[in-house]
């Protein structure tokens, strides 16, 4: 046999959700040893013993030894998104955030409303603060969406739009700079829409990025990066990947299930169901688009046992995506419950030619705590 073809074969991509509760951090990792983060947020508390959530910032230095990510890219602003980052990267801006051991960001990814909100305080005022320095320095960074208020903003800070033209993804697109056959992924980009900047007040959960990833591999396997969209926009993105007859587009063989498994990504106006009723459009999304063996992943605390808690995840929410996930032959995994709810650990997904597959962990009986899961509400943090 071929010596090249072996090592394919055993060469892989890599993605791995780590347990936060409820909060957001997936990290790509390309065979060609490339480095994509989505979203950081370190939410373990280092005082109680009890918390059974990763240290983020450890985690990711055991499996990202270099000085540096080729992409980090923010979904949206949203605490559950973006806790702790200023604490752990180099950032241009201010010398205060450029100490030796911090992650250096080749390429920083934000939607538009990261620099168009104001009045921001905390690690979302830092972001835009540094969002805003690359922008204005017209390198490193990618700014998703060009809605009408961007080009207001570049103009008040004696910006031409034009200079920084190649620095700007709209929906419909694919990100410059990933193509398929050169860096083993393509991302095509589904949100944030101009519109949902322009025409109202901006909504962080109906502005945020949300991406299909493609891989190299024998199927071509595809990944949805559902951040915290919710179901109105789904059905946007829905409504205009068909108009576009880009049905492609949609397909995964791995969701990440958006909103920390709350029903208001699938239907805001039904609660109180066994199952929630998607609409029309996200039944069509899950149920046609969804490939056979698919992948579910909930970035959440652990499945409540009862119907219509106030935060997420919701009950209602996690047996619909189990429904899919059964019919699909396929399965729905929930990052506070994998492989235990005793002792999370990360759940990392490989991607090769044979397919995608997750890596079990097995954790030794004497390692796994006693002590039972947090009850709803015991340290979470608010998903918003």
Request: neutral net charge.
């Amino acid at each position: 046999m071929d010596s090249n073809k072996i090592k394919k074969q055993y060469m892989s991509h890599k993605i791995t959700f780590y347990p936060l509760g409820n909060a957001d951090t997936t990290l790509i990792q390309l065979e060609n040893g490339k480095n994509i983060l989505f979203d950081f947020a370190n939410t373990r508390d280092t005082n109680d013993v009890n918390d059974k959530r990763v240290d983020l910032p450890a985690e990711l230095n055991k499996s990202v030894t270099g000085s540096s990510y080729n992409v980090v890219a923010f979904s949206h602003a949203d605490n559950d998104h973006i806790n702790g980052f200023s604490e752990f990267f180099y950032l241009e801006h201010a010398e205060k955030y450029q100490g030796k051991n911090r992650k250096k960001i080749d390429d920083l990814w934000v939607p538009a409303a990261v620099i168009l909100e104001t009045n921001l305080n905390g690690d979302a005022a830092i972001l835009r603060a540094e969002a805003a320095y690359r922008l204005k320095n017209k390198q490193r960074i990618k700014v998703f969406s060009k809605p009408d208020k961007l080009k207001d903003w570049l103009e008040k800070e004696g910006i031409k739009p034009d200079e920084v033209k190649h620095l700007i993804v709209n929906a419909g697109t694919l990100v410059p700079g990933w193509m398929l056959d050169t860096q083993g992924v393509e991302f095509f980009v589904h949100s944030p829409f101009a519109e949902h900047i322009d025409d109202r007040d901006i909504e962080r959960n109906e502005a945020c990025i949300v991406l299909q990833a493609t891989f190299n591999n024998t199927y071509n396997s595809k990944v949805i990066l559902g951040a915290d969209a919710v179901a109105s926009l789904w059905d946007d993105i829905v409504s205009v990947t068909k108009y576009y007859k880009r049905e492609t587009r949609l397909n995964w063989d791995i969701f990440h299930i958006s909103h920390h498994c709350s029903y208001l990504s699938l239907n805001a106006d039904d609660r109180g169901n066994p199952a929630t009723v998607p609409t029309k459009k996200i039944k069509w999304l899950f149920e046609a688009q969804g490939n056979t063996k698919g992948k579910l992943i909930s970035p959440s605390w652990e499945i409540p046992n009862k119907l219509e808690e106030v935060q997420p995840p919701h009950l209602e929410a996690a047996n619909y995506y189990r429904a899919v996930a059964n019919a699909k032959a396929g399965e729905f995994k929930v990052t506070m419950e994998f492989p235990n709810k005793e002792k999370p650990e990360p759940l990392v997904i490989e991607i090769n030619d044979f397919g995608v597959s997750i890596l079990k962990t097995v954790i030794p009986a004497s390692f796994i705590s006693s002590k039972p899961a947090p009850r709803a509400g015991d340290g979470r943090v608010s998903a918003n």
